[in-house]
């Protein structure tokens, strides 16, 4: 049995230790020493070559994102600019020739076909938004359309009408916690999948408020210029803690159109013609643009200090006002008739108070004759747009040349998560920084 020399005994002398011996003692501890050195080196190398790996590795996994990311679900508020449906579900429904042109039936709008909100949604590769309050054929599992026609952001009982923008948000919390019961108690599998959006899209859906046309229509006829300018701050403040309670229940991505010029609609002029001085080369009024405008820039300020407040939420302007003003403006040049001519006049129901007074066998009834051809008009029923201006408006908000940020509707989602991996980034530059000094 081979014996073992210990270091005592090596040390005592017992057993002798010759050149040779030395000799060999050392080439041993210089191979030990280079093979420690190249596993080192190894091992360094390999960390570096892995965090060269995960780094272009991530950068893949964000472009491929970004190449995929999609909306799963729209929800919607506002007024009869984007109502699908809430209005005839709730006091009767639209008769035609409201839907002629494209769906060749009553459709729930007030156009002769398409809305903004259709345009956008087909844009977003969609379906048309259900109105929340439609129980016959709705499907939710894209989201769900809140607005109502006659809405406006603030509460005005003396207008009898009911849905305005908080009742609104109301509808969609219950609506959101409603959906969490479902999924929590195990209700209808194939309906949850099928017809309702899933818990996890609320927070990655795209949130649309279109109103605050009417809190000025309405305001107008009671009330001078100056005391609806007055009013603005109080409407946009209301409109603000809109968008905060949104944002409280997981909304992270807005869509915020201002408002249009209200000056220009048919109906104004003609109730309120204008005086020397207070008309523009179009005929619009001067003096209810200026209102609008001014909405708009209280709209503006208050995204821009909500913006501060809420960073890891995106919140896009949209200047409604500029695209239908520039579609009057070119109104001839661009094939349309005279932009304050309306399509159908006049039509009963214009207004929700008088829609539920001409009600008759439950069908709200559709007076006077309209065109022919509704495509070479701007004005439907001279408050709402046709569907061949709703369409050339759409156009040109949803690329994002009316935006602020300038952000096309179908780039919002990669937008939002762009800026979601900003923090990701900086870390990833600190720990290459750290690396870098750990190799020197």
Known sequence: MPMRITDAEEEE??????????????????????????????????????????????????????????????????????????????????????GQT?????????????????????????????????????NFRHGSNFASSGSSIMEMPCTNQLLDLGT?????????QRIAESHHQGGNWLYLRNFLPRRQDFSKALYIIDSGQNDLYYALKWKTEKQVKANIPNIIDHIGLVIETLYQEGARIFWIHNTGPIGCLPIMVKNNPPKHGNSDQN??????????KDFNSHLLDKIIKLRTQIQDALIIYVDIYSAKYSLINQAKKLGFMDPLQSCCEPLKGGILLNEIENKRDNVIESHGSCCSNPSEYIAWDSIHYTEAANQWVANFIMSGSFSDPPIAVTEAACANQTRGTQNLKVEEKQRNARLGSFLN
């Open 168 to 176: 609104q948000l109301r509808q969609f919390q219950q609506f959101k």
């Open 283 to 292: 005929g619009c009024l001067v003096s209810y643009n200026e209102l609008a």
């Open 102 to 138: 494209f769906f060749g039936k009553p459709s729930g709008r007030r156009c002769d076909g398409r809305l903004i909100i259709d345009f956008i949604a087909e844009r977003l590769r969609m379906p048309y938004l259900s109105a929340y309050l439609d129980s016959i054929g709705s």
């Open 13 to 98: 002398g017992l057993y002798p230790i010759n050149e040779k011996t030395i000799k060999i003692k050392g080439s041993l501890r210089i191979i030990i020493m280079v093979m420690i050195v190249g596993v080192v080196g190894l091992l360094l190398a390999h960390d570096s070559i892995n965090f060269a790996t995960l780094r272009e590795t991530k950068d893949l996994s964000i472009k491929q994102t970004n190449a995929g990311c999609q909306f799963p679900a729209i929800f919607n508020f506002g007024d009869s600019n984007s109502d699908t449906g809430t209005e005839s579900a709730a006091f009767g429904r639209l008769p035609l020739p409201f």
